[in-house]
């Protein structure tokens, strides 16, 4: 089992930055992928960013350029640099953590952004 916490969410007006950090706990070694998804009020969870199983970064069209995820792997830890933060990037951040095989996702609870002047 893998245990996911989220921090940093927080409000802050438009133009602002923020890093959301998310901590993971347990059996870290299985963990193939582990990233970023988003979810505004009616809408679905999208992807914002990953790392994928082969390592490469991919970050969603609307965040490029502004968000950066970064790593420590000896703290089991991803960030999210969110710079440049627009009203439309108001959504709860949940962290995600992929096991390839047997498939299985974990979540964290997420952490709410609130971008508004």
């Known amino acids: 089992q893998v245990q996911l916490v989220e921090s940093g969410g927080d409000l802050v007006q438009p133009g602002g930055s923020l890093r959301l950090s998310c901590a993971a706990a347990g059996s870290t070694s299985v963990i193939n992928a582990m990233g970023w998804y988003r979810q505004a009020p009616g809408k679905e969870r999208d992807l914002v960013a990953t790392f994928t199983s082969i390592g490469t970064t991919l970050y969603a069209e609307s965040v490029k350029g502004r968000f950066t995820i970064s790593r420590d792997n000896l703290k089991n830890t991803v960030y999210l640099q969110m710079n440049s933060l627009k009203p439309e990037d108001t959504a709860v951040y949940y962290c995600?953590?992929?096991?390839?095989?047997?498939?299985?996702?974990?979540w964290g609870q997420g952490t709410q952004v609130t971008v508004s002047s």
């Open positions: 995600y953590a992929d096991r390839l095989w047997p498939r299985v996702s974990w």
